[in-house]
């Protein structure tokens, strides 16, 4: 009998307004999407973090929205949400009543940071990013400035969104823009192939640039007035900082102790300290007046970061693309706090065999272990050494095998009980993108951009074969009964290996690299997806390719069969994941809510719970009507329930992958299989 798959819809009726007595707990809740019971992980920090005027909210820009931190117990106690990209810039005005967001989309947003409320808002650039934003520092004056990837400088009213006028001058994309403490200044940093700072004065409504400062060697990324407005400080890719004297132009200092980009500088409230931070993962003091290093701080990994200092200047907020936020005291320079759950895009995730934990694994280093029932993290596993492409449980549940991308080549076995590593498998030449463990748990394979897909000894990590794909391996799978790999990649076929024989068959349709594939419960059908946009329904018999499914607008990138067979979950870069009836190829449901490409499906057991990953850094959970399968005790198949089937069924004890004395389904035959024999005895 047919089975009709659908979610049951759980709509969450949640206010835009969040108030400041919502527990650290709830943000998991806050504006799911329809459909979704949790969001895991809070998105990329995407910007500059800042300070309220009053130094009491810490807002964080993110792929999701801005978050609003209290800035005392570093809870969280808001998102804001509402475009369609990832939040690229942030600024308070002098008041600190409004919140200005500006976004890939190229909108800018004004909020309330308090109540949530949204405000009049400028319609933002016609092309291009939103880079830069800031408020004139004087209240009275009705000012925002903004900068573009579309290479010029917008000026708006702050109060009504209306345009005002357009600075042009910058020949690359303006990164950084700040107004001097009087407001009678804007200076404004370019990018890439400009490299230059422009100096823009109030009169003529700041229309025309009266200076322009050269010597960065490369690209601005951030300009600072000093609170008496008597020094610029500018930082850039080049990884120096430079002082200047915006009055006369003066270049005044070059500080050079970083080795890499720098990414962010700010003044301290009372101008005796100068706070940088760059992709050399350091945060380096400086005091202006001396052009002197005073410390240095260390903590951060990744390229991307910011600094801020609080209003009151006791406190030097840092946010790292490691995706924490690092409080320290600006005085004694000791570490005050970190606040965690940012994350980077989730590249893989997989359920364990009995559906109560899964993994993910990220352009981060570590493999993070969910609960399934209330999303809490229960573990963490480290020892890549750079980004983790893939995860797969061993049928049994015991292990968990890794495969390393960028930076790091190795696949590890973990115990997943004691969260120790096993052993590592070095084999490769290049990153693994896809790793799964046969059926019957005696097999491991991997794919990698090294153009092989290799098999090896589940238990041992022994090599077994080399599979010469010709080009790079994006996607491997196993037929239900272990004997056949099905693999994808870069010349856009698909082959069906014969894992004892290591000969092959091709599937001929896609016309671009083939992303993903996946064999039907019952194994008579191949799913593939592939960055075509399509996804081909093949018969594994007569491997012809009998639907195609058109809907999705970018590359596929993950598909995944729900337990009746009939029902597929696709997804892809263009932030969609779609529900088809194989049988029909009608299209069923759309599931939106991810800002960015959607990386990765993976469905819990008997598929109660889809979990969605994606390249804005969170992971979704869906709920859906789980189908368990019909628990058959008569194992032996001769009508009645009897001795004879229990002896079957401890004959296999300890088996894993598909077998009849797995009465339970879980994928391992055990002492529970055991139990239900035994509770049905005599039964016909």
């Not at 080009?471 to 004892?500: C, K, M």
């Not at 399968?629 to 401890?650: K, R, T």
């Amino acid at each position: 009998m047919r089975l009709i798959r659908l979610p049951i819809w759980i709509v969450f009726f949640l206010s835009a307004v969040f108030h400041t007595n919502v527990s650290a707990q709830d943000y998991t809740q806050w504006h799911l999407p329809e459909g979704a019971t949790a969001r895991l992980g809070k998105g990329t920090i995407t910007g500059d973090i800042q300070y309220s005027p009053d130094g009491k909210l810490l807002a964080v820009p993110s792929s999701i929205g801005v978050w609003i931190y209290d800035a005392e117990t570093y809870q969280e106690i808001n998102l804001l949400v509402g475009h369609t990209g990832r939040i690229s810039v942030i600024a308070f005005s002098a008041g600190g009543n409004t919140l200005a967001a500006g976004s890939t989309d190229g909108k800018i947003q004004l909020w309330n940071p308090r109540t949530g409320e949204q405000k009049a808002s400028p319609r933002g650039h016609s092309r291009g990013s939103i880079t830069a934003l800031a408020f004139s520092p004087l209240s009275q004056i009705d000012l925002l400035a903004s900068g573009s990837s579309d290479k010029t400088i917008r000026l708006w009213s702050a109060a009504t969104g209306n345009y005002m006028t357009t600075l042009m001058g910058h020949t690359g994309t303006v990164t950084s823009i700040a107004f001097s403490p009087d407001g009678l200044m804007l200076a404004s940093g370019g990018g890439h192939r400009d490299n230059t700072i422009r100096l823009w004065e109030a009169e003529d409504n700041f229309r025309v640039a009266v200076t322009t400062l050269t010597g960065h060697e490369y690209g601005v990324t951030s300009v600072t007035f000093s609170p008496d407005g008597r020094t610029l400080a500018s930082g850039s890719k080049d990884g120096t900082i430079r002082l200047w004297n915006p009055h006369t132009g003066e270049h005044k200092a070059i500080l050079t102790e970083h080795t890499n980009d720098v990414t962010s500088v700010a003044f301290s409230p009372d101008g005796q300290t100068l706070a940088s931070i760059g992709s050399d993962e350091t945060i380096r003091l400086w005091n202006p007046a001396t052009e002197t290093l005073k410390t240095t701080l260390t903590g951060h990994t990744g390229w991307d970061a910011s600094v801020a200092f609080s209003p009151d200047g006791r406190t030097l907020a840092s946010a790292g693309g490691d995706q924490m936020i690092q409080f320290w005291d600006s005085v004694t320079f000791e570490h005050k706090f970190t606040v965690t759950g940012h994350t980077l895009p989730v590249n893989d995730i997989v359920f364990a065999p009995d559906g109560q934990i899964f993994a993910s694994v990220s352009d981060g280093k570590a493999i993070h272990l969910w609960n399934t029932d209330t999303g809490q993290l229960q573990g963490t596993l480290t020892g890549h050494e750079g980004s983790v492409f893939s995860v797969a449980f061993s049928p049994d549940g015991e292990t968990l095998a890794s495969g390393g991308g960028r930076g790091d080549t190795e696949i590890r076995l973990w115990d997943v009980h004691a969260g120790q590593p096993k052993m590592p498998i070095t084999s490769h030449k290049h990153g693994v993108e896809s790793i799964v463990f046969s059926p019957d748990g005696s097999t491991l394979a991997s794919g990698s951009w090294d153009s092989t897909a290799r098999l090896w000894d589940a238990d041992t990590g022994e090599h077994k074969a080399t599979l010469k794909a010709g080009a790079n391996v994006y996607t491997v799978a196993f037929s239900p009964d272990s004997r056949t790999l099905a693999s994808g990649g870069q010349n856009s076929t698909i082959r069906l290996w014969d894992v004892e024989s290591r000969e092959y068959r091709e599937l001929i349709g896609h016309t671009r690299p083939v992303d993903f594939v996946a064999f039907s419960p019952d194994g008579r059908t191949l799913a593939s997806g592939s960055r075509d946009t399509t996804i081909r329904l093949w018969d594994t018999q007569t491997e012809q390719s009998y639907v195609t499914l058109i809907g999705h607008t970018s590359r596929i990138k993950s598909v995944v069969f729900f337990p009746d067979g009939v029902t597929l979950a696709s997804c892809s870069w263009d932030n969609t994941i779609r529900l088809w009836d194989t049988q029909t190829g009608h299209l069923q449901s759309t599931l939106l809510g991810h800002i960015a490409g959607v990386n990765t499906l993976a469905l819990s057991r008997y598929g109660g719970t889809l979990a969605s990953g994606s390249e804005d850094g969170t992971i979704l959970l869906w709920a859906f009507t789980p189908i368990e399968p019909e628990i058959i005790v008569d194992v032996n198949g001769d009508g009645i329930v009897n001795i004879q089937d229990l002896v079957l069924v401890a004959s296999h004890l300890g088996e894993t992958g598909l077998s009849p004395a797995d009465v339970n389904g879980d994928g391992v035959v055990n002492v529970q299989d055991l139990v239900l024999v035994a509770s049905r005895f005599g039964a016909n």
